[in-house]
């Protein structure tokens, strides 16, 4: 790899254990927030009448992720997951995961093709499932867009 190397975009995978060979449309929502407490006012003075301040980690909080797939005939492992992961509606009950989640990386890769970077993902659930708009005398391809909840996710490279 070269010092300084630009990553491009375009040049990544998505990969969730035990689906490992989905073909990757985008991913998006790549986010995670440190909820602070005491950094926008005062919590106090000190002497002199000095304002004391200071950010104190409260939590921490993941936005969801975004992954659309690309549709190919007779892999329906997507959907399935996902019904597989949700109780019935009317029927209740436990789920056939039983809460079972999955683990993931994003990895982008350098000009080399080598992985430049890497996030890691624990704790993955689907929390919704969209397919695309069917429509006569469309264009695009066919497609599976699922967000994904998680319980935490760091860059390991």
């Given amino acids: 790899m070269a010092k300084g190397e630009i990553l491009a975009c375009s040049k990544y995978y998505?990969?969730?254990?035990?689906l490992d060979d989905l073909i990757v449309k985008s991913v998006s929502g790549i986010s995670t927030t440190l909820q602070t407490?005491?950094?926008s006012k005062s919590y106090g003075v000190t002497k002199s009448g000095k304002s004391a301040i200071q950010a104190?980690?409260?939590?921490?909080?993941?936005s969801n992720i975004t992954v659309e797939f690309v549709c190919t005939v007779g892999d329906k492992r997507l959907m399935q997951w996902?019904?597989?992961?949700?109780?019935?509606p009317i029927a209740g009950g436990g789920t056939k995961t039983k809460g079972e989640r999955k683990t993931g990386t994003i990895t982008l890769y350098n000009q080399g093709g080598e992985a430049a970077a890497t996030w890691e993902i624990t704790g993955?659930?689907?929390?919704s499932y969209?397919?695309?708009?069917?429509e006569a005398g469309a264009e695009g391809l066919s497609t599976e867009t699922i967000?994904?909840?998680?319980?935490?996710?760091?860059?390991?490279t």
């Avoid at 104190?56 to 993941?62: A, C, E, P, Y």
């Fill in 56 to 62: 104190t980690v409260t939590g921490i909080s993941n």
């Fill in 14 to 18: 998505f990969n969730l254990s035990g």
């Fill in 130 to 134: 969209k397919s695309t708009k069917l």
């Fill in 124 to 127: 993955i659930m689907p929390s």
């Fill in 147 to 156: 967000e994904f909840v998680y319980e935490k996710m760091h860059r390991k």
């Fill in 82 to 88: 996902y019904s597989d992961s949700h109780s019935e």
């Fill in 37 to 39: 407490a005491g950094d």
